[in-house]
């Protein structure tokens, strides 16, 4: 119950602060976005969209219930010895449904900045935003329960989603630092997920543990730190929505999924059962798109933030 509400409170409060900025922008902080420009709204959407997108997914973490597999994969017994391997094609679907989803996405906005984008871009996203809350709980619940004839569509409709939403990010990514920040993202998020595939399998119980209460720590405190940043950001926006506070975050985040997607390798066989392997390849998913998310908000950081004097 603590991860469902944790979850749902991640993903609604910095929700908030978004629409709170889209309704008062008197600063034009948006990349690309100019007192009489004939597209602002567009661009300011887009800027908008590009937050939620960091901060929804920011967040993402506490919704994988990866606390609760750390506790259970801590008798190192094996309960699914070939979820893995069953999982592994389902996240590779999952991605290719994403990059649809994002490719959706950015076909409605002002790209490059200055064209006009479609309107309907903004309301489309927030509708998805809310589509991927229900559909997260129904396809959770279907796959922890076996229930793979009910999951599979719902998990794939919820990868579309999750696409559409992370465009926001992506579009703000490319403003900010060209196509050459989301191929960086792709292929260091690929490169992961080689090298953990590899050595995550063949992690010692004592290595593996270890490392998982590592991570668990370490989950923790990036929450925390998110809600200082979240709450923070309506006294102080500048000092913790932009510069060092979001380079640490976006650092820290990067490192911690890094971390994680070792121990997901380690964790999935000891946790699911070989007929749960679409609920480890959920978890396994959201693992590497959180780090995907968490690569392009440190560049973005880098990048000062997405501001442009």
Same mark, same amino acid.
């Given at each position: ?34 007192? &009489? ?20 997914? %920011? #967040? ?15 008798? !190192? ?12 094609? $389902? ?6 449904? /994403? ?49 793979? &004839? ?5 998990? !794939? ?8 939403? +992370? ?6 990514? $490319? ?15 690929? +490169? ?39 709450? &923070? %950001? ?9 510069? #060092? ?13 890094? %971390? ?10 000891? /946790? ?10 959920? &978890?396994?998913?959201? /693992? $590497? ?8 908000? +440190?560049?973005?950081? +880098? ?7």
């Amino acid at each position: 119950m603590w991860s469902v509400i944790r979850w749902f409170s991640a993903l609604w409060m910095p929700m908030q602060g978004a629409i709170k900025r889209t309704l008062a922008d008197e600063k034009g902080h948006c990349p690309g976005v100019r007192w &009489g420009d004939p597209h602002r709204a567009e661009n300011h959407n887009l800027a908008v969209a590009g937050k939620m997108s960091a901060v929804i997914w %920011g #967040t993402m973490p506490a919704s994988s219930n990866f606390q609760n597999a750390i506790r259970e994969a801590q008798s !190192s017994a094996l309960v699914g010895p070939n979820v893995v391997n069953k999982a592994l094609p $389902y996240v590779g679907g999952g991605m290719v449904l /994403t990059a649809l989803g994002v490719l959706g996405g950015l076909s409605m906005q002002p790209m490059p900045p200055g064209q006009a984008g479609s309107p309907l871009f903004f309301p489309l996203f927030i509708a998805a935003f809310i589509g991927e809350i229900v559909l997260f709980f129904m396809a959770s619940s279907a796959a922890n329960n076996a229930n793979n &004839g009910k999951a599979l569509p719902l998990l !794939s409709a919820f990868s579309l989603l999750t696409g559409f939403t +992370l465009s926001g990010i992506v579009g703000l990514a $490319y403003q900010v630092a060209g196509m050459g920040s989301i191929a960086t993202a792709v292929i260091a998020t690929g +490169l992961t997920f080689v090298i953990a595939s590899v050595v995550g399998k063949k992690m010692s119980d004592s290595v593996g543990q270890a490392l998982s209460a590592v991570v668990g720590l370490g989950l923790i405190g990036l929450i925390i730190a998110m809600v200082v940043q979240f709450i &923070g %950001g309506f006294f102080a926006p500048e000092m913790f929505q932009q510069g #060092t506070f979001e380079l640490m975050i976006a650092g820290f985040g990067t490192v911690l999924f890094v %971390g994680m997607a070792f121990v997901d390798f380690y964790t999935m066989p000891r /946790t699911y059962r070989d007929d749960q392997y679409l609920a480890g390849a959920l &978890g396994m998913y959201l /693992t $590497y798109i959180n780090l995907f998310v968490f690569i392009l908000r +440190l560049v973005i950081a +880098l990048q000062g933030g997405g501001r442009r004097d």
